[in-house]
C-alpha cells in the first residue's frame, strides 16, 4: 500500500512558479516510478510529468517541457513538480501517482495504481 498526500498548491498569477510536493507513505519510495496528471473540468485527466524510481530518468507532457520539472528525493519520501512561466491554459487539479508496477517513467495513467487527493493550481490573467 501506498498513501499520497499532495501540497503546494493554490492562487498565482500568469507568468508565476509554484512548486508542488507529494508525500508517500508504505512501501519503500524508492521502488517505483511517480508521475504528475492534471485534470481540469470537463475534460480526462492528463499526464503532465514523471519519474523512475532512482530519479534519472524523466519524461514530460510536450505542453509542459521546459517549463515543468518534476524531481524527488528518495531520502524525503517526496516527489516534486517546479512549474514555472505559469499560463492560463495550466489550472487544474493536479494529482501525484505511484506505479508499483514500473521502475520506469511512465506516461499511460492506467499503469498507476495509488493516487493523492489533488491540489488545486489556479492561474490569473
Known amino acids: 500500500q501506498v498513501q499520497l498526500v499532495e501540497s503546494g498548491g493554490g492562487l498565482v498569477q500568469a507568468g508565476d512558479s509554484l512548486r508542488l510536493s507529494c508525500a508517500a507513505s508504505g512501501r519503500t519510495f524508492s521502488s517505483y516510478a511517480m508521475g504528475w496528471f492534471s485534470q481540469s473540468p470537463g475534460k480526462d485527466r492528463e499526464f503532465v510529468a514523471a519519474?523512475?524510481?532512482?530519479?534519472?530518468?524523466?519524461d514530460y507532457a510536450d505542453s509542459v517541457k521546459g517549463r515543468f520539472t518534476i524531481s524527488r528525493d528518495n531520502a524525503k519520501n517526496t516527489v516534486y513538480l517546479q512549474m514555472n512561466s505559469l499560463k492560463p491554459e495550466d489550472p487544474a487539479v493536479y494529482y501525484c501517482a505511484a506505479s508499483t508496477r514500473f521502475l520506469s517513467a511512465v506516461v499511460r495513467a492506467q499503469v498507476y495504481n495509488y493516487w493523492g487527493q489533488g491540489t488545486q493550481v489556479t492561474v490569473s490573467s
Open positions: 519519474i523512475n524510481y532512482r530519479g534519472d530518468s524523466t
